[in-house]
């Protein structure tokens, strides 16, 4: 074989690993950029979750605080719900008071009658 030949076969052989490495080194660059763009969504979705986060976190202190303001309003009715029955309880004992009284008036009042009648009666007697 002439060294013409050998140069020809070698440079063939070489010619093949070339393009057998640059079809390898596209394929690769094709991993690398699906990676780069796996890598830009996961980037995306990131930032999608963290500002729903962010959202959730402050839909609960809003949620938080209505509910404290809604417990303290409770709470203060509660109260007022108690003190409207203290003064309830205290009106019933004004009116049993004033009923006491108003007996006892009234019993005084029969016994002046009875009087009255007596000396009514001792009256017309004499």
Known sequence: KSKFSLDASANDILAEDEREALALLQLQQQKVDELQKALENA????????NEL???KKDRDTVTKDSTAMLKRLLESEQELRNIRESGKDKDS???N???RY???NSKCDEYRD????LQRELEDR
């Open 43 to 50: 980037k995306a979705e990131i930032t999608n979750l963290t």
């Open 54 to 56: 962010a959202a959730l």
């Open 94 to 96: 004004q009116v049993n």
């Open 98 to 100: 004033y009923k006491d």
């Open 103 to 105: 007996d006892a008036a």
């Open 115 to 118: 009087v009255i009648a007596q």
